[in-house]
């Protein structure tokens, strides 16, 4: 076993005593870790959001190089993601910190998701349980806290956390003053305004540590050269310059991005080593214009804005998933999902009520997200 161990301990698979050092194919490339806020857990600041990789070697290499952080979902890919996940990463897990989240509204529907959770990813614990995809406080009901709680006691979860895709900006404080949470997973990019980073300050002065996904602001990377936004997308280096924005922000610990194939781990890896620029700014100010008609920045500005009651927000970040992530059925089951009420079509309307701040074109999004979900 000498030589595993190793072997094991430069490639960074255990808790870091010191540095760690990924080759990425051209070059060592050093990896950088932080502490996960009060939880205490030692984790690359780039870890490893597996929502759309479909590639188990991918994951393989990613905990080869170092990487010990790993994010899944009991809802994603039809519950698939988890098994996948497990078989991936393999005798690696005492090496790695591991978290999945649970969508159910109820202690005993959590409590019940947990126990098929931990039979998937073959493990007794995870390190991080997530109450998945809340918007706000009233999302959040005395019977959840207490599952968390429970499931902690038991030893099933190391420690509780809340993701979040929209409404942080009063979540977050709401989370920081109620000290039940350990962890924050949130949206977090280069084209949130300033009250999201205040939000993020907020947590990360109460003890929480920060996990920020969506960081690339809707992705935009997969596309083809001959889909029709590609010209003004493939600004070379825009998306890694996204990610190394996020990585150099202090109060976030650990970052998700989503990985599908080789080139985008070496490319990620490489954001660890990296300051963020001047260089970089302006290119991620030019990305923003690209991207500004049609991204939605989930800033919650034009909830309840809908005369007909579509929840829009919602709505487009499906729409994301299909066009940014070039991942049409991920889309349309998280399309499917949201509660519309039968026949309800935009485009119905004289005059689209909802107008974004940041220049979304919401109606022509809307609508075609319609048309190519429903």
């Given amino acids: 076993m000498l030589p595993v161990a190793g072997a094991s301990s430069k490639l960074g698979l255990w808790p870091p005593s010191g540095e760690s050092v990924a080759s990425t194919g051209s070059s060592p490339v050093k990896l950088d870790y932080k502490t996960l806020g009060r939880t205490g857990l030692k984790v690359?600041?780039?870890?490893?959001?597996?929502?759309?990789?479909?590639?188990?070697?991918?994951?393989?290499?990613?905990?080869?190089?170092g990487i010990n952080y790993f994010d899944t979902a009991r809802s994603y890919q039809h519950g698939n993601n988890e098994r996948m996940v497990s078989a991936a990463l393999g005798a690696r897990r005492k090496q790695i910190v591991l978290?999945?989240?649970?969508?159910?509204?109820?202690?005993?529907?959590?409590?019940?998701?947990?126990?098929t959770s931990l039979r998937e990813l073959n493990t007794d614990y995870v390190d991080i349980w997530y109450l998945h995809g809340k918007s706000s406080p009233a999302d959040i009901n005395d019977g959840m806290i207490e599952a968390q709680q429970l499931a902690r006691k038991q030893g099933k979860i190391r420690f509780a956390g809340v993701s979040t895709h929209g409404g942080q900006q009063q979540l977050l404080p709401w989370m920081a003053q109620k000290g039940v949470f350990d962890v924050a997973l949130t949206a977090y990019n280069f084209s949130m305004d300033s009250s999201m980073n205040q939000a993020i300050e907020t947590v990360a002065r109460a003890g929480m540590g920060v996990v920020a996904m969506k960081v690339m602001a809707g992705?935009?990377?997969?596309?083809?050269?001959?889909?029709?936004?590609?010209?003004?997308?493939?600004?070379?280096?825009?998306?890694?310059?996204?990610?190394?924005?996020?990585?150099?922000?202090?109060?976030?610990?650990?970052?998700?991005?989503?990985?599908?194939?080789?080139?985008q781990l070496d490319e990620n890896v490489k954001a660890m080593a990296q300051p963020f620029s001047a260089g970089d700014e302006k290119l991620l100010a030019a990305h923003l214009e690209n991207i500004r008609p049609?991204?939605?920045?989930?800033?919650?500005?034009?909830?309840?804005?809908?005369?007909?009651?579509?929840?829009?927000?919602?709505?487009?970040r499906c729409l994301t998933y299909a066009d940014g992530y070039r991942q049409f059925a991920l889309g349309r089951e998280r399309f499917l999902e949201l509660p519309f009420e039968p026949g309800v079509r935009c485009g119905d309307c004289?005059?689209?009520?909802?107008?974004?701040?940041?220049?979304?074109?919401?109606?022509?999004?809307?609508?075609?997200?319609?048309?190519?979900?429903?």
Avoid at 297 to 316: F, H, I, S, W
Avoid at 351 to 371: F, I, L, N, W
């Fill in 44 to 65: 690359t600041t780039m870890g490893f959001g597996c929502m759309i990789t479909s590639d188990p070697s991918v994951i393989t290499r990613a905990a080869d190089m």
């Fill in 99 to 115: 978290s999945t989240k649970s969508g159910a509204s109820s202690k005993d529907e959590l409590l019940k998701e947990l126990e």
């Fill in 219 to 263: 992705g935009f990377r997969r596309m083809k050269p001959a889909d029709p936004l590609y010209q003004k997308l493939s600004k070379n280096g825009a998306l890694l310059a996204a990610l190394k924005w996020v990585i150099n922000k202090p109060s976030v610990t650990t970052t998700i991005p989503s990985m599908t194939d080789m080139d």
């Fill in 294 to 316: 049609f991204y939605c920045r989930m800033c919650g500005k034009c909830e309840g804005t809908c005369q007909k009651g579509l929840p829009v927000a919602d709505v487009l």
């Fill in 350 to 374: 004289a005059q689209c009520t909802v107008k974004c701040p940041y220049g979304v074109e919401v109606s022509e999004r809307m609508t075609r997200a319609q048309e190519l979900f429903a």
